[in-house]
């Protein structure tokens, strides 16, 4: 089981979600508890990827076609921090 930790302004910003978001971000965070990050390749709708230019080293899934989860992974302590959810820039 891997720890999860949301900053502390997703709470704030889950409140602004739509339901249908909200209830993805959930099943996300339900899968990543369970079995870890690697288990979003085998849900090609999540479309799990790293990130370049001034977010390396996070890595971002899809909620929906506007919102992103925006998360990093620290293996020494089996964790994901879950930094913002945010919606996508285009």
Same mark, same amino acid.
């Given at each position: 089981? !891997?720890?999860? +930790?949301?900053?502390?302004?997703?709470?704030?910003?889950?409140?602004?979600? $739509?339901?249908?978001?909200?209830? @993805?971000?959930?099943? !996300?965070?339900? +899968?990543?508890?369970?079995?870890?990050?690697?288990?979003?390749?085998?849900? $090609?709708?999540?479309?799990?990827? @790293?990130?370049?230019?001034?977010?390396?080293?996070?890595?971002?899934?899809?909620?929906?076609?506007?919102?992103?989860?925006?998360?990093?992974?620290?293996?020494?302590?089996?964790?994901?921090?879950?930094?913002?959810?945010?919606?996508?820039?285009?």
């Amino acid at each position: 089981m !891997w720890h999860i +930790l949301e900053h502390k302004s997703i709470q704030k910003e889950c409140r602004k979600i $739509p339901h249908q978001v909200l209830a @993805k971000y959930e099943l !996300w965070k339900d +899968l990543v508890f369970r079995h870890g990050p690697e288990i979003l390749l085998n849900f $090609p709708g999540f479309n799990d990827e @790293k990130l370049t230019g001034e977010r390396t080293g996070q890595r971002s899934s899809r909620l929906n076609i506007k919102y992103r989860v925006i998360y990093t992974i620290k293996r020494e302590i089996i964790t994901v921090e879950i930094i913002e959810i945010t919606p996508h820039k285009y």
